[in-house]
T-cell receptor, first 112, second 115 residues
Framework: GNSVTQMEGPVTLSEEAFLTINCTYT??????LFWYVQYPGEGLQLLLK?????DKGSNKGFEATYRKETTSFHLEKGSVQVSDSAVYFC???????????FGTGTRLTIIP | DVKVTQSSRYLVKRTGEKVFLECVQD?????MFWYRQDPGLGLRLIYF???????EKGDIPEGYSVSREKKERFSLILESASTNQTSMYLC??????????????FGPGTRLTVT
């Protein structure tokens, strides 16, 4: 079946540090890959996505590259801010399928 | 912008009560979803609807039912609430257009406590 594995949290970083949150997946065919973010007290928002191999999704300074050879979609940001504190979810939809499969989420806390 | 709204942000119910959670989307999306979110487990799909009056079980449908009488509205029903259904419930919707990669849009969530 389909599955997403992301690094366990919580992750605590100082402001302006470099961020990586690892995400690997198992799926048949060519899934679309997503990163969602959940700020405190809110629902999930799409942060970025990639739909085919070697695509790079980017938004708000965050980036992730679809690596089919390593089945990975790691989230990176060069300089994090306190406002980036949130829970981040990696997810996939198999090709032609509308259902999302989520990772367990990674809680990120940025300290000033 | 797509907007998905849920009827309550916080809800407290007693064991055995019948509970209705309502979700409304305003983007004419065909697909609607109900998830529950629990610490350490991520989001798990309860039910999925791909059209009016159509539904499909997700990964954890036991103890829940759903209703979709209108395209914009998708209701989750707990027939007899139990304490192990205390959770955050999230509704989402998406288009069936392949161009969107089936991107899902989420509501703010309902935190349900069953005592």
């Amino acid at each position: 079946g389909n599955s997403v594995t992301q690094m366990e949290g919580p992750v605590t970083l100082s402001e302006e540090a470099f961020l990586t949150i690892n995400c690997t997946y198992t799926a048949t065919g060519y899934p679309s890959l997503f990163w969602y973010v959940q700020y405190p007290g809110e629902g999930l928002q799409l942060l970025l996505k990639a739909t085919k191999a070697d695509d790079k999704g980017s938004n708000k300074g965050f980036e992730a590259t679809y690596r089919k050879e390593t089945t990975s979609f790691h989230l990176e940001k060069g300089s994090v801010q306190v406002s980036d504190s949130a829970v981040y979810f990696c997810a996939l939809t198999p090709f032609g399928n509308e259902k999302l499969t989520f990772g367990t989420g990674t809680r990120l806390t940025i300290i000033p | 912008d797509v907007k998905v709204t849920q009827s309550s942000r916080y809800l407290v119910k007693r064991t055995g009560e019948k509970v209705f959670l309502e979700c409304v989307q305003d983007m004419d999306h065909e697909n609607m979803f109900w998830y529950r979110q629990d610490p350490g487990l991520g989001l798990r799909l309860i039910y999925f609807s791909y059209d009016v009056k159509m539904k499909e079980k997700g990964d954890i449908p036991e103890g829940y039912s759903v209703s979709r009488e209108k395209k914009e509205r998708f209701s989750l029903i707990l027939e007899s609430a139990s304490t192990n259904q205390t959770s955050m419930y999230l509704c989402a919707s998406s288009s069936t257009s392949f161009d969107t990669s089936y991107e899902q849009y989420f509501g703010p969530g309902t935190r349900l406590t069953v005592t």
